[in-house]
């Protein structure tokens, strides 16, 4: 888990902004996956990537953009589509089954 | 694609005693079932794993059982310690579009383990 690191740990949103949460890993895993998490909901899937320069839209893209341009990073961009951006964001990589997972980044709107 | 069911969302149980989660898939072609542990503020960690080719894993405290047939598989916590207390997350693999590698989670478990 120390391979994969997240930042900033909070972040702050104001209303009609766009910002972005980094997801860096040292692990040389192919695939990488950025989840959102809220209290009873479990952990939803927004979108992940197998290979570089190639991602896929999970269960609630909507409102949400993403980049693989290498392969250690795949940030996410939370758009001012995305109405109700406050939750938990989870990014993990894997190399074949098992899913790894960074220390998250709180994202809060001002 | 793959739908999880977990069960339940929370359980109390008494230092000592065994706590169990179970939780059933819908995709027979599922074949990787990981368990994880979340206490609260920090990530996920995995604590076991089971695949389809076995019925039962144990590590020390903690053991899985899988049955393929019923499509459901269950998370044992023996002699439970407050330490214990956390929120437990079960997923299978096989989701839609992402190959086999892909995990689709159930909604979580908060375990509180009364001393």
């Known amino acids: 888990d120390g391979g994969i690191t997240q930042s900033p740990k909070y972040l702050f949103r104001k209303e009609g902004q766009n910002v972005t949460l980094s997801c860096e890993q040292n692990?040389?895993?192919?695939?990488m996956y950025w989840y959102r998490q809220d209290p009873g909901q479990g952990l939803r899937l927004i979108y992940y990537?197998?290979?570089?320069?190639?991602?896929q839209k999970g269960d609630i893209a909507e409102g949400y953009s993403v980049s693989r341009e290498k392969k250690e990073s795949f940030p996410l961009t939370v758009t001012s589509a995305q109405k109700n951006p406050t939750a938990f964001y989870l990014c993990?990589?894997?190399?074949?089954?098992?899913?790894?997972f960074g220390p998250g980044t709180r994202l809060l709107v001002l | 694609g793959e739908n999880v069911e977990q069960h339940p969302s929370t359980l109390s149980v008494q230092e000592g005693d065994s706590a169990v989660i179970k939780c059933t898939y819908s995709?027979?072609?599922?074949?990787?079932f990981p368990w994880y542990k979340q206490e609260l503020g920090k990530r996920p960690q995995l604590i076991i794993d089971?695949?389809?080719?076995?019925g039962e894993k144990k590590d020390q405290r903690i053991a899985v059982t899988l049955n393929k047939t019923a499509k459901h598989f269950s998370l044992h916590i023996t002699e439970t310690q407050p330490e214990d207390s956390a929120v437990y997350f079960c997923?299978?693999?096989?989701?839609?579009?992402?190959?086999?590698?892909?995990?689709?989670f159930g909604k979580g478990t908060k375990l509180s383990v009364i001393p």
């Open positions: 993990a990589s894997t190399s074949r089954e098992t899913q790894y």
């Open positions: 997923a299978a693999n096989g989701g839609s579009g992402a190959g086999s590698y892909q995990l689709t």
């Open positions: 692990l040389n895993h192919d695939a």
């Open positions: 089971i695949r389809s080719n076995v």
């Open positions: 990537s197998q290979i570089v320069n190639d991602f």
């Open positions: 995709d027979s072609a599922s074949n990787y």
